[in-house]
Structures are given as C-alpha cells and as structure tokens.
C-alpha cells in the first residue's frame, strides 16, 4: 500500500535494471516531479516467466534484494511487490488498471515502455494502459525503447542474458551500465582450492542465470572491502563434479568467508573450462590464470 505522498511508478519485471530501465526510471522521476508525486516502482515477484513456466532453467540475471538496491540507487522512492499467481495472470488489462494500479496500490500515475505488455493472455499493451489509466484517474507515461550505442541493439533483459551466455561480460556491462555480477553466501566445497595452494569462495548460483562455463577475471566485495580475483564457473570437470559451482579465488585476501554473503563482478572472459591430466597441471592453469587476471585487472 502506498503511505504518505502520491506515488507515480514505473512498472515491469526490471530484472537486471539495464541502461534501458534506468532511463525509463529516470523519465518517471521526471514525470512524478511534473505532477507532484513521488516516483516509485511496481515489480512482480516472482518474475511471471518462472510462473509460467516453472520447469525452466534458471533465468535471472538479479536476485531480488539486488534488483531493489539498484531500482533504488536509480530513484525509485518506494517499491511495490505485486505477487504473481494465477489471480493475477488470469486479470483483464481493464481490472488490472481499476483493481490493481489505482485501487490496491492508489497509484497517481504509471510509466511504462511502449512495448509493455499485461494483462491475461498479455492482451494489454502501452496505447490500452494509456486510455485504461486515463479513464481511472491515473496520469500515464509512455517511454520508447532505448539503443545501445554503438549499434542498434536494444537494451533489454534477454540482450544481457545472451551477452552472458556467451561469456561476452564486456558487452553485457555495457548494456547493465555495470559489471554483471552474483551475490550468494559462501559455502564449503572440496576445500581442493586450498590444498592446491589456491583458496576458493564457492557460491551456488541458485535461480541466477549460468553463464558460459568457463575462467574470469572477476572482482568481489565483501564486508564493505573490494578484492580482485580469478573465477571459475562450470563442473570443475578434473575433479569431477556434478552441480555447476562459482568459486572465486580472491588476490591479497587472507581470511575465512564461510556463510558470509559476497557479490562477486564478472569483468572478463579468460577461457573456456577443460579438463587436465591431474592436479599439477590444474595448478599450473590456476597459477597461469590468476596472472592473466591480473594483468586484465590492472
């Protein structure tokens, strides 16, 4: 429920908050100043694409409590969570709008990309929220997809997911305005990083997006301290794991960081994953990948 001043909020999923979500967080700022509101942010948890379609692998490039931090460091005052089930699916654009936006929420106003879709069977789009929005009070903003530069491609969610898919961090940070990056509570392993000399924070990704399999350059942020480090993501397949792990041996850090929450940036791509003839060729690729990190890095 909104408390306090009126709210004009941006609406949508906002998984990633890329450069396109926060130029439309920055056009309702705009627009909630122009009516006297304050600017907020409706979001849907969970994404309605695991609602749909529960069996898929994981997709998501923020975790929630990631998501938020963003949507509030870009000037979204409050935050609304709109639970997405079957009520909610199964809503007409019309009762979305009268039941939702402006009764539950009591909403001053909404702002959306032009290819906003919502409502059962996403039969609503940005023109229908516009006139439905009007006829119920509410004052509606429509803003046009942003192009990355250079090129044409759109920022959008799926663009990053591909980027990373393709262990392309430089481009999926061009397209978040940030590094990528997984925050997750550090969990015991093997502990064969430390036997080889080479100690490991190992996070599961859980419902984040995997990226590709393989060695990065990465940076991590623990307790407030930045670290730069080498990453590996993938089945450690020497070893031969089975779950897909991220464990992140962090440079100049001497401590333990078990159960400690640390985010973890993915700056760049070394290699692919492989596999090696025993633990001393492992070592030896661990040792040539933390100096090619570190050279990136520098």
Known sequence: MVSGAKLIAAIGNFDGVHLGHQHLLQQTAAFAAEHGAQAGVVVFDPHPRRFFQPEAPPFLLSSPAQRDEQLAAHGAKEILSLTFDRTLAAMTPEDFVR??????????????????????????????????????????????????????????????????????????????????????????????????????????????????????AVTANTGGAVYKGVANFGRRPTVGADAPLLEAHLFDFSGDLYGQEIDIFFEQFIRDEQRFDGLDALKAQIAADSAAALQMLA
């Open 99 to 216: 039941k939702v936006l402006a009764a539950r929420l009591g909403l001053a106003g909404a702002v959306t990309g032009v290819d906003f879709r919502f409502g059962a069977s996403r039969a609503g789009d940005g023109e229908a929220l516009k006139a439905l929005g009007e006829n119920a009070g509410l004052a509606v903003k429509l803003v046009a997809t942003v192009a990355g530069n250079p090129g044409a491609e759109k920022f959008g969610s799926s663009a990053v997911r591909a980027a990373l898919k393709a262990g392309e961090v430089k481009k999926a940070a061009m397209m978040l305005g940030r590094p990528w990056s997984v925050r997750g509570r550090v969990v015991t392993g093997q502990k064969l990083g430390r036997t080889l000399g080479f100690p490991t924070a190992n996070i599961v990704l859980g419902d984040l997006i995997e990226p590709r399999k393989g060695v990065y």
